[in-house]
């Protein structure tokens, strides 16, 4: 609860916050913020300097000594006004104020090598969670001060802090799991097991920053926790907490899961992932030693066919076990429209399984072309367009490379910064045709691959995205070219031309290619066609 003095103390903040520069949070620098402010990662009372960086990734201890798992920093573009600035504001994406930061030490990220930065491979944090930082970033470290508690984020009133969780659990043994996947009923059969064992409360940690696994979204992560709590004992909490995946190394992803565990109320937490130790014993390794609460592992489990239960696989008969779903093939499973098995999740979890993850004939998609001008994407996307309003089977919005510049992106010039901004543009627009169930048809030249990737991104969280590239050689496009356009850009009287005065970064990771100089039209529009009825985007049975 903020007492009276914090309140006097951020209303003077607040005065003078006013002329302080501004820097926007991204997902998960709000998560460490929110978790900096909440207690959860206490000691720290800001973000990291250089020294406990260092400390961290050599020692795996901050730089006084205390134990700690995983650097907690916050990077920003060395060309941005807070590089340079000894105090800042530090807001959340709708630009609300949420703290100051006081900085104690402004250092540039000199190295750039680090693993993904979540499970799905996504980039997206300007801080990299291993503690490096991308080129050209400026590391900015001190304490913050809170002006007001966040207050956007899905399931909001079940986000409590630290100090409310521990009084909610007791004092009592409290085993965690800490999930950005959806809970099956292998792991419900786990947490029963060690928790009757431990004879605990059991507290489930919903991972709410940064994608999650299966079903993408983090509110459609906490349906399916909430789902599973009803198959668990009375008084299983569930509490989201906003922590943001810390890097490549399993091993800090699990010491920081326990740290925050510990911060709610924890006593125990438990992992079923595998190499965490002994089944039901803790690790034994130096990192563990330094761990707040004891890791247990839940070892290898299967199901019991005879006995129609989830169980160790060491009681289970030979002969009778049935592993569990390989990786990705729950996935599979939802895309093709097919039922959860019944011994693989609970009715009311496979139900949240299909409402975030709807087959993919019911699902948004965008179909994103991107190739020279003069190459055919607005010809094949008019194409695609007209055959799927002939078939009717879906909705379709097209949004073609010049309508967009007149309409939506009417005043951008050619610039790198204002060519990204069409295609951000571009893609918030089929983003929301996608969140719908829609299909978008976009058809940009988005010569570069970091916009191109920007609008991949954005679109996942709500659809699939399909990138097509129209890979018509330079000399075809200005041979076709009836506009003039290419005739100018040679003679200089078009500045930025993509393929002439500006570069065109081809695609490394197209769904699919093609030659307009080497297929007609109709063959270009089957082709695409094809891609999206044996992805399951559409059926068989109308096709073509």
């Not at 926790?225 to 906003?242: E, I, K, M």
């Amino acid at each position: 609860m903020t007492t009276e003095v914090e309140r006097e103390a951020a209303a003077e903040l607040t005065a003078d916050i006013a002329a302080l520069p501004a820097w926007t949070l991204d997902e998960g620098q709000l998560g460490d913020l929110e978790l900096l402010l909440s207690g959860a990662f206490a000691p720290l009372t800001g973000f990291m300097g250089s020294a406990d960086v260092a400390s961290v990734r050599d020692r795996g201890t901050l730089a006084d000594g205390t134990p700690w798992p995983a650097p907690v920093t916050l990077d920003v573009p060395g060309h941005a006004a807070v590089a340079s600035a000894a105090r800042i504001v530090l807001n959340d994406p709708e630009h609300t104020p949420l703290a100051v930061l006081d900085i104690t030490e402004s250092a540039p990220c000199l190295t750039a090598e680090a693993g993904p930065l979540d499970p799905a491979g996504a980039p997206g944090r300007h801080t990299r969670p291993d503690g490096d930082g991308e080129p050209g970033t400026v590391r900015l470290s001190g304490p913050v001060t809170s002006l007001r508690p966040p207050e956007h984020g899905p399931f909001r009133n079940l986000r409590l802090s630290p100090v409310q969780a521990r009084a909610e659990v007791g004092d009592g043994p409290v085993l965690a799991f800490a999930t950005r996947r959806p809970l099956t009923w292998r792991q419900i059969g786990q947490l029963r097991h060690f928790a009757g064992q431990l004879r605990a409360r059991i507290l489930l940690l919903p991972l709410v920053s940064g994608p999650a696994e299966v079903v993408v979204r983090p509110e459609a992560l906490v349906r399916t926790v909430q789902a599973a709590a009803r198959s668990l004992p009375p008084g299983t909490l569930v509490v989201p907490v906003p922590l943001a995946p810390r890097g490549s190394v399993p091993a800090r992803e699990t010491a920081t899961r326990a740290l925050v565990a510990a911060a709610y109320g924890a006593t125990h937490l438990l992992t079923d992932e595998p190499g965490a130790g002994r089944d039901g014993q803790a690790p034994e390794s130096a990192a563990a030693a330094q761990q707040p609460v004891p890791v247990l592992s839940a070892g290898e489990w299967a199901y019991d066919r005879a006995a129609e239960v989830w169980r160790p696989l060491a009681l289970i008969e030979p002969g009778t076990e049935r592993t569990d779903l390989a990786r990705g093939e729950l996935e599979d499973l939802l895309d093709r429209g097919e039922e959860v098995p019944a011994w693989f999740a609970p009715a009311a979890v496979a139900e949240e399984l299909r409402r975030a993850r709807p087959p993919r004939g019911e699902r948004g998609v965008v179909v994103f072309f991107t190739g020279l001008s003069g190459s055919g994407k607005s010809t094949i996307a008019r194409g695609l367009r007209d055959a799927l309003a002939e078939r009717g089977d879906r909705t379709v919005s097209l949004l073609d490379g010049d309508l967009v510049r007149q309409l939506l992106s009417a005043g951008l010039s050619f610039s790198r910064a204002d060519r990204d901004m069409n295609i951000a543009r571009i893609g918030y627009a089929a983003t929301e045709v996608a969140r719908h169930g829609g299909v978008a048809i976009c058809a940009p030249i988005a010569p570069f691959a970091d916009a191109r990737a920007r609008a991949r991104r954005m679109v996942s969280e709500v659809g699939d995205f399909l990138l097509i590239h129209v890979a018509t050689p330079v000399e075809v496009c200005e041979a076709r070219d009836r506009k003039g356009l290419y005739a100018k850009a040679r003679a200089g009287l078009i500045d930025h031309f993509t393929g002439i005065s500006d570069p065109y970064e081809l695609p490394t990771d197209a769904e699919l290619t093609i030659d307009t100089s080497a297929v007609s039209r109709q063959q270009a529009v089957d082709m695409v066609l094809s891609l999206l009825t044996k992805g399951g985007w559409l059926t068989d049975d109308t096709a073509g």
